[in-house]
Antibody
Framework: QVQLVESGGGVVQPGRSLRLSCAAS????????IHWARQAPGKGLEWVAV????????YYADSLKGRFTISRDNSKNTLYLQMNSLRAEDTAVYYC???????????WGQGTLVTVSS | QTVVTQEPSLTVSPGGTVTLTCASS?????????PNWFQQKPGQAPRALIH???KTHSWTPARFSGSLLGGKAALTLSDVQPEDEAEYYC?????????FGGGTKLTVL
């Protein structure tokens, strides 16, 4: 079955960096675009970024451009999110989400919590 | 900055019908915005319900349907069940970026 498992979350100080991972299984990872979305505690969902199936095309939410970088390693069936210059407002659960064909979001991971605090 | 607006909260009786909407600050929502709908229950990850305006996933209960209504994307729940109480989010496409709505808290009472 399709599985997306995020990891790498934790407590990090403001200004520091963190890299999240999303391990995929149960499907042909290299054939799908994958997104990151996040949810601050008690708040709604926010779209973060997407990477195309081959890793060559990437788009980001305007508010995050320059600080966050999405990437993937199709040989390892893994998606990444490099987060730099972290701020308190980046505190959230981060989810990876599969896109099956254009505009068809289907499977979500269970999320990993990032807490930015001194 | 693009804003996607949903009703903050709605209440429906069991067995009733309710429609949730999703509006765009840029104007009328069309199929080109590729509306998606998700359900999220407390402590859980979101679950996909609808994509491409009105297409369901294999796991989507038949009582959920998507459409365009009055310039907005819409999610209609028919014969509402107690387990439908949840937060519902829409997602719209804007030229290489996606924007979630603020969510609708649906209470079944």
């Amino acid at each position: 079955q399709v599985q997306l498992v995020e990891s790498g979350g934790g407590v990090v100080q403001p200004g520091r960096s963190l890299r999240l991972s999303c391990a995929a299984s149960g499907f042909t990872f290299r054939s799908y675009s994958i997104h990151w979305a996040r949810q601050a505690p008690g708040k709604g969902l926010e779209w973060v970024a997407v990477v195309s199936s081959d890793g060559n095309t990437k788009y980001y939410a305007d508010s995050l451009k320059g600080r966050f970088t999405i990437s993937r390693d199709n040989s390892k069936n893994t998606l990444y999110l490099q987060m730099n210059s972290l701020r308190a407002e980046d505190t959230a659960v981060y989810y990876c989400v599969r896109e099956t064909g254009f505009g068809e979001f289907d499977y979500w991971g269970q999320g990993t919590l990032v807490t930015v605090s001194s | 900055q693009t804003v996607v607006t949903q009703e903050p909260s709605l209440t429906v009786s069991p067995g009733g019908t309710v429609t949730l909407t999703c509006a765009s600050s840029t104007g009328a929502v069309t199929s080109g915005y590729s509306p998606n709908w998700f359900q999220q229950k407390p402590g859980q990850a979101p679950r996909a319900l609808i994509h491409s305006t009105s297409k369901t996933h294999s796991w989507t209960p038949a009582r959920f349907s998507g459409s365009l209504l009055g310039g907005k994307a819409a999610l209609t729940l028919s014969d509402v069940q107690p387990e439908d109480e949840a937060e519902y989010y829409c997602l719209l496409y804007y030229s290489d970026a996606w924007v979630f709505g603020g969510g609708t808290k649906l209470t079944v009472l």
